[in-house]
């Protein structure tokens, strides 16, 4: 079936154009939601791609939050539609409070962009529905701040509640038990730091990105 | 009147010669006012006007049917068919980044990607050729990470991948470092649009950043003189501009939106020497001129004289010439974008650029549009090879310690500590990325993201060691060298841009160096068929009144006419035969101008090895038809470092070693005979192969077979792939105090 994705597009993001070019070559529908507006168009499902919404200038999301269509997305999500959140999507996520935690500066203080081995730990969220638990797959990172952190506690919830989507099995930021990806108690809300949209074709190193973005758009 | 100024220092304070202010006073006619007299310093600079090198840059080819725009304007642009077509240009931030190293760097990528959406272009690609002092000198190393740092903030921000560059470090670039950036971007073909302003009654629109007081006089004062050790030199941060990648982006999205709406007529990038510059340059295009009103300029800071409004170099600005109906429109979509739009000019008929104080105020300065730049002085200043360069020629670079083992692991060095730090691959297109021959892109259509099953190919060269020993034939090398980089991608060339770094123009040797490194370009790009269509020239590279060696960086543009699968890498297969293609060096082979001489023989003279250009160009050719018709498992050209440090990647890579036969004496392993490439074919089509290879005119040898956990080099010479792996990664991290890589 094919489902029509509202890809968020604030100042400073740049990844809108990819996503929805993934989002298409795999027969889905995409089209670009405008940070100022409510109106999200009737679409099926959301993504806030990857970018420097609002330049990051004070903290990634930190601003983006507050931005009109995040009012909409909120009830969005609360109402059980599927929310993907790539790189500064997931920063944003956090920031807004539809997922926990927060992603501070890689523990190595650079950025980071390469190809990085993921596993899936649950597939119990909308991106899982075409794999099993163990599945591991290549996915690139490309990020300043993507090392994970929340309370021990909030790690415990998580753990007991199947809410750790990805794993890396070789930690390139110092993130928290491994994370790379995170979702909501109702698996609706997914936040990831590797890019999907960016292991979608063989001349780009891999293809391991369909299944993910497949599995959204069946959501 | 006399053509004497009343006070000489202050137009030589400006960096203005007597003499050309006395060129000024027989322009107008007149004395100029501080405020000409400001505006005519910024534009008749060297790094403005081009006038030590422009006498030399005439006797480059710059045409060629596919050739759209080629130098003069903000960017070259080809024809790559399919109603597409591409801008590209390389430019030098070298001084602002000796000073500020961050900011430097960072300005330098905002600079140059402003003039690929000049043309209409949205840029997709971003190469950052550096070059920086000793590793083991402290202050090298900080302008290293502020620049690579900057390279990353602003690019990554911005949004635009990093796909390659080079890295490079050396003596001759302590205090005065090499920031070269190179921009790519696609465009529909008829979007193309030039920096001209037309249409009497139309506006120039200032649109982005606030004008404030960073960056005055940064062409002038800064570009165009060298450093010493001094405090002045420190007294001149305030030239150098600071860059904000989130403006930058908005003013971007809002530039192509404006295009795209077919609601700009011209529109010209602020850079060196500011709205001056813009000014002017679009009157002039257009055959027009332009009344400019600098109370209307938005400015950072109250007060601001008008010379400063006028020669500021504030950067994330641009001048878009529009039509006054269309003005709410354009105020809509700047609004949109959260970017300033001022109403700053108005296109007259008369050819004179007139800056007023308010629309009905006071004239403040008033003269002819063209004159700041076609009127730029144009020297050919003396020219003398260096007296003892038949003593330099004579000596031999082959001495020193030798133990081919340790001095290939020292010649090793891994530049994924600096490309992990880029975005490179935004956009879905990098096939191969940094860190390889020749980059790799997917060409797609800018309407609609079609894939068009082509692909872009890009690499950025340079060599400073050849060029130092012989600035034309090691010149002719590093567009040789950048053409085979592209080869090994299946790429064929189609274009050049050059970024020319020399030293101090005033120095005969340095203005003989540039003419010779011309005339060593112009030789190349005639023989592969590749225009030059864009550049910049670098002067007054100089330290304490030493001048960097001289350090010609080129960028090549190519095309993969049938991409379906990526081509192959570099690294060794197993169990396979490994070919030695192209040039054939005489037994007594040169080490001159080597990696090798220079770094451990401690030689840097002598005679580079004979370079057959001709050769070169059918090698380069039968390679790249040979990756585009998948005929290889693996191939690598081979440059710094020679054949060693080649294979040496190739084992890294592939995590597989090779048994090579003979080569291995230094002179064999270590020389850099140009025109060479290693490649691996199964053995089945060994013979047909070198059949091919033969038919059509290019040498080609067996020199041995991949396998194996070690990569030896006849039967003395042998080094497992594991400490080679562990000696290329960790080079460049433990020099920079940053630990130690597991191999």
């Known amino acids: 079936m094919t489902q029509r994705v509202g890809v968020v597009r604030f100042p400073g993001t740049n990844c809108e154009f990819d996503t929805i070019d993934a989002i298409r070559s795999l027969d889905g529908e995409a089209e670009v939601l405008w940070h100022g507006q409510y109106d999200l168009k009737n679409v099926d499902a959301i993504v806030i791609p990857g970018g420097f919404a609002h330049g990051d200038y004070l903290r990634c999301g930190a601003i983006a939050k507050f931005s009109p269509i995040m009012d909409s997305i909120n009830s969005f999500a609360q109402d059980g539609g599927p929310v993907l959140g790539i790189c500064n999507g997931f920063q944003v996520l956090t920031e807004a409070g539809l997922l926990p935690g927060a992603l501070q500066k890689n523990a190595g203080m650079k950025f980071l962009c390469s190809m990085q081995q993921i596993e899936f730990v649950s597939t119990s969220n909308v991106l899982g529905h075409q794999s099993t638990a163990g599945d591991r797959l290549l996915i690139p990172i490309n990020h300043f701040e993507g090392n994970y952190v929340c309370s021990p506690e909030v790690l415990t919830q998580m753990q007991a509640e199947n809410r750790i989507v990805f794993r890396y099995t070789d930690n390139p930021n110092g993130s928290t038990a491994d994370i790379a990806g995170i979702c909501n108690q109702a698996g609706n809300v997914v936040g990831m730091m590797p890019h999907p949209e960016r292991a979608t074709s063989h001349l780009l190193g891999s293809t391991d990105g369909n299944s993910l973005l497949k599995s959204l758009l069946a959501a | ?743």
Not at chain 2, 75 to 84: F, K, L, M
Request: with cysteine; glycine share 10%.
């Open chain 2, 1 to 743: 009147m006399s053509p004497a100024p009343e006070d000489a220092s202050v137009h030589r304070a400006l960096g203005l010669s007597d003499d050309e202010y006395q060129r000024i006073y027989e322009l107008l006619d007149r004395h100029p006012n501080h405020l000409e007299l400001a505006m005519y310093s910024v534009m008749w600079s060297e790094h403005c006007s081009y006038k030590s090198s422009k006498i030399h840059l005439k006797r480059l080819p710059t045409e060629a049917p596919w050739v759209l725009v080629g130098p003069g304007e903000n960017a070259g642009v080809i024809d790559v068919g399919d109603d597409i077509a591409v801008a590209i240009r390389i430019e030098s931030h070298n001084h602002p980044s000796a000073i500020e190293p961050y900011q430097g760097a960072a300005t330098g990528v905002g600079g140059i990607l402003r003039d690929i959406f000049t043309m209409g272009a949205r840029p997709i690609a971003v190469m950052d050729p550096l070059r920086f002092g000793p590793i083991d000198d402290p202050r090298s190393r900080w302008i290293a990470e502020g620049v690579i740092s900057g390279v990353s903030g602003y690019g990554n921000s911005v949004g635009v991948p990093t796909v390659g560059g080079e890295i490079v470090f050396d003596e001759t670039y302590k205090g005065n470092p090499l920031v070269n950036v190179l921009a790519m971007g696609v465009l529909p073909t008829e979007r193309l649009v030039l920096g001209q302003a037309s249409g009497v009654g139309n506006l120039a629109v200032l649109l982005g950043a606030s004008t404030g007081r960073d960056g005055i006089g940064g062409v002038s004062v800064l570009a165009s003189a060298g450093f010493d050790e001094s405090a002045e030199d420190t007294d001149k941060r305030p030239s150098v501009q600071v860059g904000d990648p989130f403006e930058e982006k908005r003013l971007l999205e809002a530039c192509l939106e404006l295009l795209d709406e077919g609601l700009v007529s011209g529109i010209q990038d602020l850079g060196g020497a500011g709205i001056t510059c813009a000014t002017s340059e679009t009157a002039s295009r257009g055959g027009a001129g332009m009344d400019v009103d600098v109370t209307a300029i938005h400015a950072r800071e109250n007060n601001m004289e008008p010379f400063e409004l006028m020669t500021s170099e504030s950067q994330e600005r641009m001048l878009a010439i529009i039509k006054p109906e269309d003005l709410a429109q354009v105020e809509a979509i700047s609004s949109r974008w959260e970017i300033k739009a001022s109403v700053i000019g108005r296109v007259t008929g008369t050819g004179q650029l007139r800056i007023l104080d308010g629309f009905d105020g006071d004239v403040l300065a008033n003269l002819p549009a063209s004159t700041l730049h076609d009127d730029a002085p144009e020297y050919n200043r003396p020219i003398t090879p260096p007296s003892d360069l038949a003593e330099r020629r004579a000596k031999d670079a082959s001495q020193g310690p030798v133990s081919c083992v340790d001095d290939l692991l020292s010649l090793l060095r891994d530049p994924a500590w600096i490309y992990s730090q880029y975005d490179h691959q935004l956009f879905l297109n990098t096939v191969v990325g940094p860190g390889n021959d020749g980059t790799l892109l997917r060409l797609r259509n800018p309407r609609n993201g079609e894939e068009t099953g082509r692909g872009i190919a890009l690499s950025t060269d340079g060599n400073h060691r050849w060029c130092h020993i012989d600035p034309r034939q090691g010149t002719a090398m590093v567009v040789a060298e950048a053409v085979m980089n592209i080869a090994c991608v299946g790429a064929r060339p189609l274009a050049v841009v050059n970024c020319l770094n020399f030293g101090n123009p005033e120095h005969p040797e340095v203005m003989w160096q540039l003419s010779e490194a011309v005339d060593g370009m112009a030789e190349a790009c005639i023989a592969f068929d590749a225009p030059v269509i864009g550049g910049n020239v670098s002067l007054y590279n100089e330290t304490n009144a030493v001048d960097i060696a001289p350090t010609p960086v080129v960028g090549v543009i190519g095309m993969h006419p049938s991409l379906s699968t990526p081509p192959p890498s570099i690294g060794f297969p197993p169990d396979a035969s490994l070919l030695l293609l192209g040039q054939v060096p005489d037994t007594h082979v040169s080490l001159a101008g080597s990696q090798w001489a220079w770094e451990i023989g401690e030689c840097k003279d002598g005679t580079l090895p004979i370079f057959d250009l001709e050769q070169a160009v059918r090698t380069s050719q039968f390679v790249a038809e040979a990756v585009q018709k998948q005929r290889l498992l693996a191939v690598h050209d081979i440059g710094e470092g020679g054949l060693a440090v080649a294979a040496a990647e190739m084992a890294i890579d592939g995590g597989v070693g090779a048994q090579i036969i003979d080569h291995d004496d230094h002179l064999s392993m270590f020389n850099e005979s140009g025109g060479r490439f290693l490649a691996v074919v199964g053995e089945k089509l060994v013979d047909t192969f070198l059949r091919d290879a033969n038919d059509h005119g290019v040498p080609a040898t067996q020199i041995g077979r991949t396998g194996g956990t070690s990569l030896n080099f006849g039967s003395e010479i042998t080094i497992p792939v594991s400490e080679l792996e562990f000696a290329y990664q960790n080079k460049l991290p433990e020099a920079l105090g940053l630990g130690t890589v597991s191999a």
